[in-house]
């Protein structure tokens, strides 16, 4: 199973992004997925996750300028994010709980290998 992001890029404050990561491999299902962001010196932190129903949960700091969804049949989760700001610039990650079909009932932790987000002031 691979996690595959992209969508990152550099953007003035203000502006929005999309981010994208496609799940691919041997899946049976896929329960949550998510959002995380490391700054340069920080600990990784969450930004947003949602489950397979489509429940969503956000960090403080991004609460009504992103948004996350995803595309159950296309396995792929998306962060829409708007009036970005310097503060958000950090590497993004994407994550995944998922199940393979020859253990439907475990779930292993997957990650991607990150997309860099710059925002310029």
């Known amino acids: 199973v691979q996690l595959q992001a992209c969508g990152g890029g550099l953007v003035q404050a203000g502006g929005s992004l999309r981010l994208s990561c496609a799940a691919s491999?041997?899946?049976?299902?896929?329960?949550?997925m998510g959002w995380y962001r490391q700054a340069p010196g920080k600990q990784r932190e969450l930004v947003a996750t949602?489950?397979?129903?489509?429940?969503?949960n956000y960090a403080d700091s991004v609460k009504g300028r992103f948004t996350i969804s995803r595309d159950n049949a296309k396995n792929t989760v998306y962060l829409q994010m708007n009036s970005l700001k310097p503060e958000d610039t950090a590497m993004y990650y994407c994550?995944?709980?998922?199940?393979?079909?020859?253990?439907?009932?475990?779930?292993?932790?997957?990650w991607g290998q990150g997309t860099l987000v710059t925002v310029s002031s």
């Open positions: 994550n995944a709980d998922i199940s393979k079909p020859l253990l439907p009932l475990h779930r292993s932790h997957y």
């Open positions: 491999g041997s899946i049976f299902s896929i329960n949550n």
């Open positions: 949602i489950t397979s129903g489509g429940s969503t």
